[in-house]
């Protein structure tokens, strides 16, 4: 399921993605766009090669591309760069495999996968997070974050 089945959008850019450099670039990013989404994987380009997410323990092909939103919900209180660094945070463990990176996209959802994330098909590729934006975006996390700290 390429461009040509419905995951990518027909004009969907599939390479050369503009880069957020930093931090404060993703979140005015996020902030002057709606329906944002984070993908971690060797980008665009490759999601069209090889079709759809898997569920590798059920070995079952998701009808869309996983992703998680990037944009705060409207009940979040705190600064939108609080909750773009931690989103972008929870998912990094995703991108030390090599070659896979996190850039941005919207689509629409398909469904939802087994970790409840977003399926998405028709989607749009938007942006590259840089590796710096991405360090920003970990030490931000920590400094304003009681990571690992749960309800127990």
């Given at each position: 399921m390429g461009t040509e089945e419905g995951l990518f959008e027909p004009d969907a850019k599939l390479s050369g993605l503009p880069e957020l450099r930093d931090l404060d670039e993703l979140v005015r990013f996020v902030r002057e766009h709606s329906d944002i989404l984070l993908r971690y994987s060797k980008g665009p380009k490759a999601d069209a090669e090889h079709g759809p997410s898997r569920d590798y323990e059920a070995g079952v092909e998701l009808p869309g591309l996983s992703a998680t939103w990037v944009e705060p919900e409207s009940w979040w209180p705190r600064a939108v760069e609080d909750w773009v660094a931690r989103r972008v945070c929870k998912y990094a463990e995703l991108g030390e495999a090599e070659g896979r990176y996190p850039w941005l996209l919207t689509g629409e959802v398909a469904g939802y996968g087994?970790?409840?994330?977003?399926?998405?098909?028709?989607?749009?590729?938007?942006?590259?997070?840089?590796?710096?934006?991405?360090?920003q975006a970990k030490d931000h996390y920590v400094r304003t974050f009681d990571v690992g700290k749960d309800s127990t």
């Open positions: 087994p970790d409840h994330e977003p399926l998405l098909v028709r989607v749009r590729p938007l942006a590259k997070i840089s590796a710096e934006a991405l360090e």
